[in-house]
Structure formats: C-alpha cells, structure tokens
C-alpha cells in the first residue's frame, strides 16, 4: 500500500489565495475549506487510498517557547484563522484521517506518521504532499518516503533535496539553522548564506562537526576567518535554529496505518456540508457511492 499524506494547513492557504471565495448563510468564508474538500476527493478518485491529514490546530506550538521571534500567526488574515478548525471539522465528516496540532506543528505530524507508517511492511512508499523544504528532511535514500508537490506535479526524493540545497536530507536542519528559514521567523546566523553553508555541511554533515579552526576549511569557502568568527560567537544560537528546524518524530498521529484507510463519510456529513454549502461535494460523493 502507498500512504499519502497531506499538509492541511499548507493546502488551506494554497486554495485560500487560489480558489472563489464563497461566504455561507452566517456570513462566513468557506471557499478554501470547499475546495480542500473537493482535492481531497479527487486523490480518491484518482486511486489513493490511505490518507492522513496533519493540521495546525492552534498556531503556536513548542517552539515558540525556545524562540521569541518564531512565527507565531499574530500576521494572518483572520479570514483565514476563521478556516481553520472548520477545516478540520469537513474533512473529519467526509472520513478522513486527521492529525490536529496542539504543542506541535503540522509538519511535525506529517514526518512522525511518515517513520511509523514505514514500520509496517505492507506499506510500500510514503507520499508527503507538500513542497515545503523543512519536510526534506525525511526523505529516504531508498525512496520509502518521497515529496510531492501537488500544485506543480512535482516529485521530490532524496537526490532531489542534494541537487537543490547542495547537501543531504540530513542535515537540512543544519542547513537551515545556519541560513534561517524567514518563513518559519528565524535569521540564521550572520554572514552564512546558502553556499557556503551547504559547502561546509556536505563535507562536515551537522554545525557541530565543522572544526572551530577555520584554517581546515579556509580552501572551501571565501571569508573562513570572518564566518569562523560569527559561528563561534552565535553558536549557540545556531544549534538552537537547527532544533528550531527539526522534525519532532514525537508528534501524535495514528495507532496503524489501516485507520488511513478511506472508506468514506461519516454520518454527520450532510449536514456539516451544507453549512459549507458543499451540494457538489455532496453530488461527487453521490457518484462515488454509485461507482
């Protein structure tokens, strides 16, 4: 079996900027979550048959308590924030499995379900769908788990994540620790830009290999004194971004791999539809039933 896993969150805001929006009967905005919904579907259709799906329940989580300036939602369109626990509330009606967020994140959760489903043996390959680069970490040499960008049908796999950030999968925490990740609200470390980081780390592989005397690696990258220098005075802090920028493997997810298993709506779904006024959902899950 392939076991597909989804970043809710990263597909809410993709539809959010991407599809009509709609407003139901309480003046509300559901056009992300319908058309979440509707994807969501179409991968059925398409043939996936075990899917997971990893949210940001709340949109802090245990790294906001290791660094202050961690992203923490205080920029988000509250159209948006309002998407949310809805979105887990359709896509929990229409039978899928999903992975709430609380002290963690969705991409937490996405990487803890990839390494537990890769325990059964039934489980052929791991599909993560997302592009983002901090999951990058998880991949496997033997492919176990892959990347896949759904929006530009792009598949991403171990050898992928070398030819675009000049170093393995595992040390993309290093990589970002030392660059920064703007996104996730972390500088990295002044002066370390992304050649000079990915051309240390694929020789020394992880910060806390690269020799303190910059002499051993001054032929590898220009300005070694200078970079020797800002790395031995924020060391610290680039171990912290790197722990920043790791997968917590501790996330919850699911107890086997058969509760991803779809096997269509829950009870409830009617009604929680309409409230979306979701009658094409409701039409497409008529014909799947029939076929």
Known sequence: MRIHLIDGTYELFRHFFGAPSHLNSSGQEVGAVRA???SMLSMINQGVTHIGIATDHVITSFRNELYGGYKDGSDLDPVILGQFNLLEEVLDSLGFMIFPMI???ADDGLGAA???ATLNPNVEQVIICT???DLGQCLTKDEKIIQYDRRKELRI???????KFGVAPESIPDYLGLVGDTADGFPGIKGWGAKSS???LSHYHH??????DHMEWAMQVRSSQKLSETLNNDYELALLFKLIATIDYDAPTFETVHELKWSGPKDNYENILKSIDGDRILQRLEKMETN
């Open 103 to 105: 002290e963690f994140e």
């Open 131 to 133: 592009p983002d680069k």
């Open 157 to 163: 796999t171990y050898e992928t994540v070398i030819e």
């Open 207 to 212: 910060i806390e290999n690269i020799p303190n």
């Open 114 to 116: 990839a390494r537990k």
């Open 36 to 38: 979440v919904a509707s």
């Open 198 to 200: 990915a051309t240390l």
